[in-house]
């Protein structure tokens, strides 16, 4: 079974579904504030969806969702601090894959995957090869060339370590056959700059960044099953030989001593947000794959998501 949802449905899937579903959560649930914990700086992909969910919670429930952004450590900071805070529902945390599978792996992070309760994925950001607008490599061709003739010379920025970009830059010098330097950075946000600037030769990132930086940066080649709408000359990497469909999943966690009953409430709210159709509008045409995984559908998901991983560990040198 796969997780992934074409971009093309999600216009239609989501007017149905706002027309059907209704919110998993009992009656009286939000009754007040909720705080909502990103462990990435603004303006990273994290930080943009929690904005946009926070619009649609005031919309729907008549509180605030306080966005709180604490960076640190590639997310690890507050996901080894969560099981800290209460678990009354009202303290909610971002969460990344597959950075909650490998920082643990990696072992200087204070908390492993199972410490951590997740109760709702809602998307997932394709990985994407991106360069400055101004950079001499004009296609994925031009940058493979010139990283093959210069052997550990070209730099490739991205956000954090044992993260989806770091993972996807292991995989682009394996399977292409090239040898780049990763860059990490705290987050999406801090890197624009020395892209920008041509610090570094390319970033792997996400089709979220092209979208938003279209015009001052170029997107090289996608991890996306099609071509990305906005980009329709940008070729995917099974075009260019490889079975590359993958990114960056995020999510809400609750602290592990949440209730059941609380933690299916929090995933019927979050459910009910990302199923707003505005919500699901803006997020496709900002480059985020919508998905819906539930409660019930954690478990399963992890498991298959968390399989998959491991070859990304030993790619990282993380297990044998």
């Known amino acids: 079974m796969t997780w992934f949802r074409t971009r093309r449905l999600?216009?239609?899937?989501?007017?149905?579904?706002?027309?059907?579903?209704?919110p998993a959560f009992a009656a009286g649930y939000p009754e007040k504030t909720v705080q909502y914990l990103i462990p990435f700086p603004a303006g990273g992909e994290s930080d943009i969806v929690a904005r946009l969910q926070q619009q649609v919670f005031s919309q729907k429930f008549k509180h605030e969702l306080v966005v709180v952004n604490r960076p640190g450590g590639g997310g690890a900071l507050v996901w080894q601090q969560l099981n800290t805070l209460p678990g009354d529902g009202y303290t909610i945390a971002?969460?990344?894959l597959p950075h909650v599978v490998l920082q643990p792996l990696e072992g200087s992070v204070a908390y492993k995957t199972d410490d951590l309760a997740s109760v709702y994925w809602?998307?997932?950001?394709?990985d994407a090869l991106i360069v400055p607008a101004d950079s001499p490599y004009k296609t994925f061709q031009d940058f493979l060339k010139a990283a093959k003739a210069n052997p550990g010379k070209l730099s490739i920025a991205g956000s954090a370590l044992y993260s989806a970009n770091h993972v996807a830059h292991a995989r682009l010098n394996r399977d292409f056959g090239i040898d780049t330097q990763y860059v990490p950075f705290k987050g999406t946000g801090d890197l624009v700059a020395s892209v920008l600037g041509n610090h570094v030769a390319a970033t792997m990132s996400y089709t979220t960044l092209a979208i938003g930086q279209k015009g001052k940066m170029r997107m090289l080649a996608v991890a996306t099953r099609e071509r990305v709408p906005q980009f329709p000359d940008v070729p995917t990497f099974r075009e260019l030989g490889v079975d590359w469909i993958d990114g960056a999943y995020r999510g809400v966690a609750v602290?592990?001593?949440?209730?059941?009953?609380?933690?299916r409430q929090v995933s019927g709210m979050m459910d009910a947000i990302n199923k707003d159709p505005e919500l699901r509008r803006k997020m496709a045409e900002g480059g985020f794959e919508v998905i819906d995984i539930g409660y019930d559908q954690v478990p399963a998901f992890l498991k298959e998501r968390t399989a998959g991983y491991m070859s990304s560990a030993k790619l990282l040198g993380l297990v044998k």
């Open 122 to 126: 809602f998307h997932y950001t394709p």
């Open 10 to 22: 999600v216009p239609v899937l989501a007017a149905l579904v706002a027309a059907v579903s209704t």
């Open 94 to 96: 971002g969460i990344n």
């Open 255 to 263: 602290p592990k001593s949440t209730p059941e009953a609380v933690r």
